[in-house]
């Protein structure tokens, strides 16, 4: 039996022993000299927001509003998927969406400095969405749906699409490839997710033909500010191609009949402005499995970077694969069931 300092030994990969940290050169005097190389004048003021994909600061500029300057991870997007997303929310401002859109300074919105890519965009306050509230996930799927109405119009050409291949066949390929995974409960976690892929599989098969179109991509509650005039939508760092779906199931918690309710509060304002396709409703739960499977490469293939370690330390040991592979049971189950549908 191991001792528990055994069981919690953090994840090993010697793959990653020698990739340098993304953000290593980074600096603090760095940062300032990308925001004055575009003609602002920061005073000095540097507050670190909470961001782990990319590096985002709250810059303070003299005699003007704080900017939040965002520092995108080296070789996760290229330039031209970065500038698909300003497009794509560059088109929602001019409809008076409220979303936050990177702030173009000679016409450009992406800027390059010290080996880094990085855009600079207005501060906007607000809080969490209490979704408990009467009224908000209306308030929410009404614009969600002009969100999707938008982003029905044309097709990114160059970022990717959420789906099987891309959200769990490849993510779940390189973790069982990564020596992440304890060799005491690796071939239970394969298996499982394995036989979650399948579940994943016939949900996709019961739905059949849907439209695929440009996402949010992470639409929860975080990603959300709400002020006493609404909500306005941040962070569109994630966004792709997908199924209208993977912005709402996100809103959603709790016990079956409270997501239906959810559901219902927020179709109601969704179907305003866009509509629905009901046969994704196939794919709530699918989509809930392909994030976990996912989201769990996503910490591996962040485990070089020195803010992941600190932010999650729980990640990699035995519990942790023990209690993911439960999870992917759960959904196992649920994905047999009958699909989600809103409340009447």
């Known amino acids: 039996m191991q001792s528990n300092a055994q069981e919690e030994k953090p994840p090993y990969n010697s793959r990653m022993e020698t990739i340098a940290p993304p953000f290593a050169g980074l600096t603090p005097d760095t940062i300032l000299d990308a925001i004055a190389s575009m003609g602002l004048m920061p005073i000095g003021s540097l507050l670190a927001l909470n961001s782990y994909e990319n590096r985002v600061y709250q810059i303070g500029i003299d005699e003007g509003l704080p900017v939040v300057a965002k520092f995108y991870r080296p070789l996760r997007w290229s330039d031209a998927q970065i500038l698909e997303e300003h497009a794509f929310v560059s088109a929602l401002l001019d409809l008076e969406i409220p979303v936050v859109g990177a702030i173009a300074v000679a016409g450009q919105t992406l800027h390059q400095h010290a080996g880094f890519s990085f855009s600079v965009f207005p501060r906007r306050g607000g809080r969490t969405p209490d979704l408990d509230t009467p009224g908000t996930l209306e308030w929410l799927g009404r614009f969600l749906g002009r969100i999707h109405a938008v982003g029905a119009v044309q097709d990114y050409a160059e970022r990717p699409t959420l789906n099987i291949a891309t959200f769990g066949e490849e993510p779940l390929a390189w973790l069982l490839d990564s020596g992440m995974i304890p060799a005491e409960q690796r ?61 709402l199931w996100m809103l959603l918690s709790g016990e079956r009949q409270d997501q239906q309710r959810q559901l219902q509060d927020l179709l109601a304002g969704y179907e305003d402005f866009c509509e629905f396709n009901p046969r994704e409703l196939h794919l709530v739960e699918a989509l809930r499995t392909l994030r976990l499977i996912h989201y769990s490469a996503w910490l591996a293939r962040r485990w070089h970077d020195p803010a992941f370690p600190a932010a999650f330390p729980w990640f990699g040991n035995p519990h942790y694969w023990e209690q993911k592979t439960l999870e992917l049971h759960h959904q196992i189950e649920v994905m047999d069931d009958e699909p989600l549908w809103p409340a009447h």
């Open 187 to 247: 071939s239970a976690y394969r298996d499982t997710a394995n036989k979650a892929l399948d579940g994943v599989r016939a949900c996709f098969d019961a739905a059949g033909e849907f439209d695929e179109i440009r996402l949010h991509g992470d639409c929860h509650a975080s990603n959300v500010l709400w002020t006493d005039a609404g909500p306005h939508f941040v962070d569109f760092d994630d966004s792709r191609m997908g199924p209208a779906m993977q912005d």
